[in-house]
């Protein structure tokens, strides 16, 4: 990756080098580089963006693409979303764009939607020592520092950069003039692999204490480390992580874990020691190697899966996350069950650890209700699964929603629980059907999809294809499927 970014960052390196040092005795420091110095293409830049920031130059207002966009990019990595801030109020960009809104509680911004694309665009931020009577008007802190809210807007380039957490992400592109902006060194750390704070880190830490967490995401994601006075305070104020709100928690933890990064990003926290912070329950299990073993190899899988664009999702992770915790309050629980006159059911049983391990977790992290009522049905689906004996019942297993996240799951179990592996064997010709069948439905929906605007007969025809193609095996299980559907609403055969 670094490779990507020295080809052009070695021609100037003196130049970067001298630019460090004025940031680190001044602050802060200009540096431009102009097109061509840089690798950077308008054609880069998604067109919708380009129209956002066109249409705000044209109204007279200052806008670029900044941050984490600008980072990838630089560095070979295809960015999830483009960024634009503007020297123009939020109210001043609903007037330039009628199709957008504001969102945002601490700091407001404005969604600008274009079917289905979100571009989002910040006001220029103020730096911290703006003008008093601004700041008192508009920026709200906690008792501890953290800021609740900052809509104090600033009034240039530079002030706004003050005001970004890391140097990598303070990066602005002019898709007029073709220039790379840099007022904090951000290419000079970008060109070493750093992660460093803009400003002093532990005062940045106090004002929003996501900033420790994104560090070490950034870390994880890119391969990059942290700086030494950027690393320091982590460990003094992971505390401060409990102040921020459990529903911003949520988002954060699956930014973590589910885009491809999520065993570096395990690794980083348990050194960091705010693996206990995020996931209060875990406490009794962070010496337990065997855990921690099973938790990497269900990560390394998850990664696996994102580089190959699957969809990792919440109740996946948190049940794997959560399986020991889980474990140990269901066998409690079936130990007390087993001295009542009477006893519960095993869904019963499952039912109840979940809920009070969703209890302990959601002061941290505030599940929805959707996906810990997936949890729960993927850790019900763990005990079911031992049941092979009644065909009925294993068929009904098979047949479930989540049959095969939780066979997911119970196959990595098996790795670290021996007793599982026959199991699992035994559930492998269901799970390939399953997965099959899910292809095919998908296929079919890919298929509808692409034939909506046509003709009713031709769209008939071509699904008459498709369905043409199935085999034998496939077109049978359907039929069946039909029938059981059609005998349990009593329709004729």
């Given at each position: 990756m670094r490779?990507?970014?020295?080809a052009?960052l070695?021609?100037?390196?003196?130049?970067?080098t001298?630019?460090?040092?004025q940031?680190?005795r001044?602050?802060h420091a200009?540096?431009v580089?102009?097109?061509g110095?840089?690798p950077l293409?308008?054609?880069?830049?998604?067109?919708?963006?380009q129209k956002?920031?066109?249409?705000?130059?044209?109204?007279g207002?200052?806008?670029?693409v900044?941050?984490?966009?600008?980072?990838?990019?630089?560095?070979?990595?295809?960015p999830?979303?483009?960024?634009?801030?503007t020297s123009?109020?939020?109210?001043?960009?609903?007037r330039?764009?009628?199709?957008?809104?504001f969102?945002?509680?601490?700091f407001?911004?404005?969604?600008?939607v274009?079917?289905?694309?979100?571009?989002e665009?910040?006001?220029?931020?103020?730096?911290?020592?703006?003008?008093v009577?601004?700041?008192?008007s508009?920026r709200?802190?906690?008792?501890?520092?953290?800021?609740?809210?900052?809509?104090?807007?600033?009034?240039?380039?530079e002030?706004?950069?003050?005001?970004?957490?890391?140097?990598?992400?303070a990066?602005y592109?002019?898709?007029r003039?073709?220039?790379?902006?840099?007022?904090h060194?951000?290419?000079?750390?970008?060109?070493?692999?750093?992660i460093?704070?803009?400003g002093d880190a532990?005062v940045?830490?106090?004002?929003?204490?996501v900033?420790m967490?994104r560090?070490?995401?950034?870390?994880?994601k890119l391969?990059?480390?942290?700086a030494?006075r950027?690393?320091?305070?982590i460990?003094?104020?992971?505390a401060?992580?409990?102040?921020?709100?459990?529903?911003?928690?949520?988002?954060?933890?699956?930014k973590?874990?589910l885009?491809g990064h999520?065993l570096?990003?395990y690794r980083?926290?348990?050194?960091y020691h705010?693996?206990?912070?995020?996931?209060?329950?875990l406490?009794?299990f962070?010496?337990?190697?065997v855990?921690?073993?099973f938790?990497?190899?269900a990560?390394?899988?998850?990664?696996?899966?994102?580089?190959?664009?699957?969809?990792?999702?919440?109740h996946?992770?948190?049940?794997?996350?959560l399986?020991?915790?889980?474990?140990?309050?269901?066998?409690a629980?079936?130990r007390?069950?087993?001295?009542l006159?009477?006893?519960?059911?095993?869904?019963?049983?499952?039912?109840?650890?979940?809920?009070r391990?969703?209890?302990?977790q959601?002061?941290?992290t505030?599940?929805?209700?959707?996906?810990?009522e997936?949890i729960?049905?993927?850790?019900?689906?763990q005990?079911?699964l031992?049941?092979?004996?009644n065909?009925?019942l294993v068929?009904?297993i098979a047949?479930?929603?989540l049959?095969?996240?939780?066979?997911d799951?119970f196959?990595?179990?098996?790795?670290f629980?021996?007793?599982l592996?026959?199991?699992?064997?035994?559930?492998?010709?269901?799970?390939?059907?399953s997965?099959?069948s899910a292809r095919r439905?998908?296929e079919?929906?890919?298929?509808r999809?692409?034939?909506?605007?046509?003709?009713?007969?031709?769209?008939?025809?071509?699904e008459?294809?498709?369905f043409?193609?199935?085999?034998?095996?496939?077109?049978?299980?359907?039929?069946?499927?039909?029938r059981?559907w059609?005998a349990a609403?009593?329709?004729a055969?």
């Open positions: 490779s990507k970014i020295l052009f070695e021609k100037i390196q003196d130049q970067l001298r630019n460090h040092e940031v680190k001044k602050g200009k540096l580089l102009k097109k110095q840089h293409q308008l054609s880069q830049i998604p067109r919708n963006v956002v920031v066109n249409a705000l130059q044209k109204a207002y200052e806008a670029y900044v941050g984490g966009c600008i980072r990838d990019l630089l560095i070979g990595k295809q999830k979303d483009f960024d634009v801030c123009a109020t939020p109210e001043q960009v609903r330039v764009f009628r199709n957008s809104r969102i945002g509680r601490r407001k911004i404005v969604h600008v274009f079917d289905g694309e979100i571009i665009v910040t006001t220029f931020r103020s730096s911290a020592d703006a003008d009577r601004r700041r008192n508009e709200v802190s906690s008792e501890s520092g953290m800021l609740v809210r900052d809509n104090v807007y600033g009034r240039n380039l002030e706004d950069a003050q005001r970004r957490d890391f140097t990598i992400n990066l592109y002019d898709l003039s073709g220039e790379l902006i840099d007022f060194g951000g290419l000079h750390d970008l060109s070493l692999g750093i460093d704070a803009i532990e940045r830490y106090h004002e929003d204490p900033r967490i560090a070490l995401r950034f870390c994880a391969g990059f480390k942290l030494e950027t690393a320091e305070p460990g003094r104020l992971a401060s992580l409990r102040e921020v709100s459990n529903a911003r928690m949520y988002d954060e933890i699956n973590m874990f885009t999520g570096q990003s980083i926290l348990r050194r705010l693996l206990e912070i995020l996931f209060p329950a406490r009794e962070l010496d337990n190697e855990y921690h073993s938790v990497e190899y990560l390394s899988s998850s990664d696996m899966r994102y580089t190959q664009n699957k969809r990792n999702m919440p996946f992770l948190f049940a794997v996350m399986w020991a915790r889980f474990q140990k309050e269901f066998y629980l079936q007390l069950n087993d001295s006159t009477v006893s519960l059911s095993l869904r019963d049983l499952a039912a109840r650890a979940c809920t391990i969703v209890r302990e959601n002061p941290v505030a599940i929805p209700l959707g996906t810990v997936s729960r049905s993927m850790w019900t689906l005990l079911m031992l049941e092979i004996d065909e009925q068929r009904q047949e479930q929603h049959f095969r996240g939780a066979f799951i196959r990595l179990r098996a790795q629980e021996p007793y592996k026959p199991y699992a064997q035994f559930w492998e010709p269901y799970y390939a059907r997965a099959e439905q998908q079919m929906r890919n298929l999809e692409q034939t909506r605007d046509l003709p009713k007969r031709s769209r008939t025809e071509l008459g294809q498709f043409s193609s199935e085999s034998a095996a496939e077109r049978q299980d359907r039929l069946e499927k039909a059981a059609r609403m009593n329709l055969p």
